[in-house]
């Protein structure tokens, strides 16, 4: 196994010939992506992997100044595709991942035959002409939050994002996976994300892009998918999701499978 594989816990199941890239996002780990890789393994090869500064990776491989910004782990995710000697995939990203995946699909298109964007946003924050969700007061409030009692932030945090009460398998699976980061490196990743601004990028997107979005989402509001879709200069269509919660693909997979299994499955339409 070399470092690449090592450093991110990297899984390849399945038989198929066609290979599916599953990305989880901040907070969480592959296990997130549980309900949907049953559905899959008969079909396409599946990796997974668990970015670095989540709970399961060593946060010795963390590098402050590596992962300030998202290019840090576009970078990563392009070493993981040489490391397996992957020449084309399906990328699915669920929230940071999907901007993640967007800016590796700029740098090198030709690995990527579509991407599938769970939750994504390319700018957390309010600006002119632009709803992200957050003032800038809004996210000081919530680093501190973290810096003071990163225990307690998690244990708040993690029935919001997922939109639901404490007692949830998904709100406790979510917030096991909270508190598996290191509460510096939680801090970190949380800043690189809602501090990130890639409106600039879409216009460069040559890949087909499928954006699905929860209809109820803390830190994603729903015109987001419809600016994603405006701005992103390749095909792409928007689902809306009857579901709730920012980690929908956990905390309601009776109504999100079925959506990316579809969306997996078909190519938009020219």
């Keep these: 196994m070399g470092i690449v594989e090592e450093a991110h816990n990297i899984r390849v199941l399945g038989t198929g010939e066609r290979i599916i890239i599953l990305n989880h996002g901040f907070g969480t780990d592959q296990s997130v992506w549980k309900h949907l890789v049953p559905h899959l393994l008969n079909d396409y090869r599946l990796i997974l992997f668990d970015n670095i500064g989540s709970g399961p990776t060593n946060p010795d491989y963390y590098d402050f100044e590596r992962y300030s910004t998202l290019e840090g782990y576009a970078y990563d995710l392009l070493a993981i595709l040489e490391e397996l000697q992957v020449e084309s995939c399906i990328y699915v990203g669920h929230s940071v991942s999907g901007m993640v995946g967007i800016l590796a699909s700029v740098s090198r298109p030709d690995l990527f035959s579509k991407l599938v964007l769970v939750a994504a946003s390319p700018r957390y924050l309010n600006d002119v002409d632009y709803y992200g969700g ?74 087909p892009c499928h954006i699905l979005q929860s209809s109820k989402d803390l830190a994603v509001p729903v015109v987001v998918p419809e600016y994603l879709h405006r701005n992103i200069s390749s095909d792409s269509i928007v689902e809306v999701m009857t579901s709730d919660g920012h980690l929908p693909q956990l905390s309601s997979p009776d109504i999100v499978i079925p959506v990316l299994l579809r969306h997996i499955r078909f190519d938009i339409e020219a």
């Design 134 to 207: 957050f003032e800038q007061e809004d996210l000081d409030q919530l680093f501190e939050a973290m810096k003071s009692n990163y225990k307690a932030w998690c244990s708040g945090f993690a029935p919001l994002a997922v939109g639901g009460d404490m007692d949830s398998v998904a709100v406790q699976e979510f917030s096991r996976t909270l508190f598996n980061m290191r509460p510096d490196i939680a801090l970190s990743v949380a800043q690189a994300i809602f501090q990130s601004d890639f409106r600039h990028v879409l216009g460069l997107v040559t890949v």
